[in-house]
């Protein structure tokens, strides 16, 4: 199953390429949730409300996905948490980056731990990014992430993926300097998710994904989750030893070799073959805006 958020905060089922209004199920199971829960109402929803969706969706028209404003398939995340050199082709490079201008290179994913990216960061492929500081180097990480479906903490290795609702396409905007990781990572529009979320059923295997993407029809990344350092069993066994992840909570999951710099006017396509692809412009930040 395909669930997108679109338009003004519509709910909707995706079939091939066109999009199923469900927003009456969001609307009843939002005003049933109490304020005071942590997560996401809807993905908490999911599983019990799936069977009503599937058929809601089979009763309404479509609406070609082309013509709808995707939104984050996730609305209310408690945290989007975040893994950093997760492949070794990518902390070669980077290491080799370090080297060159003689600082000091990230450590290991074991040492450096997870991180967080600011929930105001969060948007959908067609809310676009926004360069804030166009003289220094922005760049693109393509990841495959992690959605969780109920809540858990300390969560045993092999029961991992049973908390996992599923999967959607994370783009980690990073503008590199000297600040801390999270500062720079949680600019507004740095957080990229979409274009909808696939139900975990539909992929088995989250550790045997390809992922890609291009740059104005140019390729610049392109590997597949079994490169993972920590796979995402080991992501989700670690983070929970750290943190409670809710309904709807985000796990970007690392990203490989080949980052490099988008500017105002560039186009990103990102592309996990189990989900599909988003399209990410790139504009300047308007002051104010």
């Not at 079939?15 to 304020?35: K, L, S």
């Not at 969060?122 to 003289?135: C, H, M, N, Q």
């Not at 989750?225 to 999951?253: A, H, M, N």
């Not at 980052?259 to 186009?267: E, L, M, N």
Request: glycine fraction near 8%; proline fraction near 8%; include cysteine.
């Amino acid at each position: 199953m395909r669930l997108c958020r679109y338009d003004d905060d519509r709910l909707g089922v995706v079939r091939g390429d066109m999009v199923h209004d469900v927003t009456e199920a969001q609307t009843q199971i939002r005003a049933a949730a109490p304020y005071a829960m942590k997560g996401d109402a809807v993905i908490a929803a999911l599983p019990a409300w799936r069977s009503r969706l599937e058929e809601m969706a089979a009763k309404a028209p479509g609406k070609p996905v082309s013509q709808v404003k995707l939104l984050s398939p996730v609305a209310r995340p408690s945290k989007l948490v975040a893994a950093p050199t997760n492949y070794k082709a990518h902390i070669e490079e980077m290491a080799a980056r370090a080297a060159a201008q003689n600082v000091k290179p990230s450590p290991a994913i074991g040492t450096a731990g997870l991180f967080l990216k600011a929930n105001s960061s969060l948007v959908g492929p067609s809310e676009g990014v926004a360069i804030r500081f166009p003289e220094r180097r922005n760049e693109h990480e393509v990841e495959l992430a992690i959605i969780f479906g109920k809540q858990g903490s300390d969560i045993p290795r092999e029961k991992a993926l049973d908390y996992v609702i599923g999967y959607t396409i994370g783009l980690d905007m990073t503008a590199r300097g000297p600040e801390d990781r999270s500062f720079r990572k949680s600019i507004d529009t740095y957080s990229v998710l979409g274009p909808w979320l696939v139900t975990a059923d539909e992929i088995p295997d989250p550790d045997n994904v390809p992922l890609e993407i291009s740059v104005n029809g140019e390729v610049k990344q392109n590997s597949n989750t079994k490169q993972l350092i920590y796979d995402c069993r080991k992501l989700i066994e670690w983070g929970s030893t750290f943190y409670t992840f809710y309904p709807g909570d985000v796990l970007y999951t690392g990203t490989p070799e080949g980052v490099s710099p988008v500017k105002p006017g560039d186009t990103m396509l990102a592309r996990v073959d189990p989900i599909g692809e988003m399209s990410v412009s790139v504009r300047a930040h308007r002051a104010g805006g």
